[in-house]
């Protein structure tokens, strides 16, 4: 159930949270106290910048991870919010800390996660570098980023919600893009 390295912590090492849409796992801030692993629902990480408006850092679905940075902070630096009814588990800070200390190959493992997850945000870095909106909101889609809400998608790419859904549309109506569902697109395939 839980991806490895995790998977090798005792039981005792962490606790399952059911969480309501609008629940907060945590908020920025808050003393860090682990990282969690989505069982079920989505949980949405925001900050507030300096002139009030909130910026989505990262949509964690199913079967992913959050604030795994947390390790290594003693504070939150964001909130992170159920987007939906929720099952999450929080793996303790300092049971992974200590397995760390002990066994190389596990912290090894983190360490490839976390790589892999730089490699990731250099990716949206990129994105966020693409001046135009439709080839952003076209290269998103293409990387599969778009999970969860558009809005959140529109905020995490650094659009607003209005510029991307009229990116969304316009690449479905030239034929880029197959809309499959509400808030739902897929690269159109070619004949």
Known sequence: MLPVP????????HMC???????HVFRQGDET??????????ICLTRI?????????????????????????????????ATAQSQVIRLSKHAIQTRQRKDAAFSESITRLLATQVQEYRQLLTLHAVRSAHERVFQ?????LLQGSV?????????????CYRALKDLTDQG????IGRG????????
């Open 6 to 13: 995790f998977d090798l912590l005792h039981d005792d090492a």
């Open 17 to 23: 949270l059911a969480l309501a849409k609008g629940d």
């Open 33 to 42: 106290r682990g990282v969690f692993f989505v069982i079920s629902g989505a």
């Open 49 to 81: 910048t300096e002139a009030g408006t909130v910026v989505t850092l990262h949509n964690a679905l199913a079967g992913s991870m959050f604030a795994e940075a947390s390790l290594y902070s003693g504070h939150y630096h964001c909130d992170a919010v």
């Open 140 to 144: 998103a889609v293409a990387c599969g």
């Open 151 to 163: 809005t959140q998608f529109a905020s995490q790419i650094g659009l607003t919600k209005e510029a």
């Open 176 to 179: 880029a893009l197959r809309k």
């Open 184 to 191: 739902e697109y897929v690269l159109r395939k070619s004949s």
